[in-house]
Structure formats: C-alpha cells, structure tokens
C-alpha cells in the first residue's frame, strides 16, 4: 500500500479528535490527500453499531458482545474506507483504532489480551498503523472535559456509555494504553494530554513529518 496509516489514541477526553482534525486540516492545506474517520465508526453500517455501542440505555450490552460489536465495526470500516485509500495513496487518519480495543475491552473489561489482538488482527486482515499518536491524560482530568466537550457538552447530554464507566476502569484503560506504547516504542508516540492544544498541535505537526514529510 502506498499511502500512510495514522491513528489516534488516547483516554476519554484527552482531545484526540481535535487534534485529528486539526492535522486533517494542516495537511489538506498543503496539498495532501487526507481522509478521516472513527472508530466505532467510519461507515454506514459501522456508525449503526458505534449507535448501539454508545447508547448508555443499553445497559444489558455484555462485554462480550461489546467487544464483538468493536471488532465487527472494525473489520466493516478497515474494508471500506481505510484499504481502499491507502491503496490510492492517501494518508488515512482513523480515530481510534485496534489499541483501543486492547486497552478498553482487554485491560479495562479484563479480557485475554492476546485474544483480543488475535481478534484484531482478524478485523483488519493484519492491517497495523503506520504510527500512533496516544494522548496521554489522567482519566479524572479527561473525564471532566469530556462533560464540557464533544458529545458531552450540552446540558441535556449526559456521558455515553463507555464515559459512564466507573473512575477505576478508565484507570485500568490508561494504564493499558501506556502498557501498549511501551512495548511498541518505534510505532507509539506519547503525547502530554496537559499541554495546550496548540502545544499538543505542535508536537503531533513534528512527528507527522517523520513518517510523511509534511
């Protein structure tokens, strides 16, 4: 494949998204061909499960099935959106990828990890991302932006289900994501979610330009 796979990754609220689109931007301005997309997500079929995934009135959703339902998204997005424009050439930038699945649905829901990679691996067809961008934030820092951004912000909105889980979980998957950037160290970038997100903009323009030269 000629184009260049980047994925973003971190806790609830560390700011991925923002700065996913922010680079998004920063290359289409300069002549790149970009495509963005999320996980759980990305296309029809996948946004019909992130619904389910997210709906915090699904409260009979068992983790096994939670996890089914990721991997299932998953393998959907990877198929439609994401080979098909590396394959032309294009960088791909996907908001969460498989290292979510590990660090939420293995270290966080306490499934063998290695299953869970194996599952992984199965989804994409062993599609692994050129490098990852983990922001790196305390989950109680995070969750409490998460209230006043995104998804969250509006009064009447309250936390999605996987917001909703319970301060030591979002703790296990923090842990987990750091885990996993340590044991992939030339994949893995780990950014300081504190910084502003300019600073934070700053860093990920530098390490794109490791990979893409732009």
Do not use: W
Not at 11 to 25: I, R, V
Not at 28 to 57: Q, Y
């Amino acid at each position: 494949m000629k184009g260049k796979f980047i994925t973003f990754e971190g806790p609830e609220g560390s700011g991925k998204t923002t700065q996913l689109l922010l680079l998004a931007k920063h290359l289409k301005e300069n002549g790149r061909p970009v495509v963005a997309t999320r996980e759980p997500g990305g296309t029809e079929i996948s946004e019909k499960v992130r619904n389910i995934l997210l709906d915090a009135s699904n409260l009979n959703l068992s983790n096994r099935t939670e996890l089914l339902l990721m991997v299932a998204s998953r393998a959907q997005n990877t198929a439609e959106v994401i080979v098909p424009a590396l394959k032309e050439g294009k960088i791909v930038l996907c908001d969460r990828y498989s290292d979510s699945t590990l660090a939420y649905q293995s270290f966080g829901r306490g499934f063998d990890l290695e299953a869970t990679r194996q599952m992984c691996l199965f989804a994409t067809d062993g599609l692994q991302p050129d490098m990852t961008l983990l922001i790196d934030i305390d989950p109680e820092l995070g969750l409490e932006r998460a209230k006043h951004t995104g998804k969250a912000a509006t009064p009447a909105k309250k936390h999605d289900r996987m917001e909703s889980q319970g301060l030591e979980f979002h703790r296990r998957v923090r842990e987990g994501f750091l885990k996993l950037a340590e044991a992939e160290p030339d994949r893995f970038r780990v950014l300081d979610g504190k910084g502003t997100i300019e600073e934070i903009h700053s860093q990920v323009l530098k390490h794109m330009k490791e990979i893409t030269g732009a």
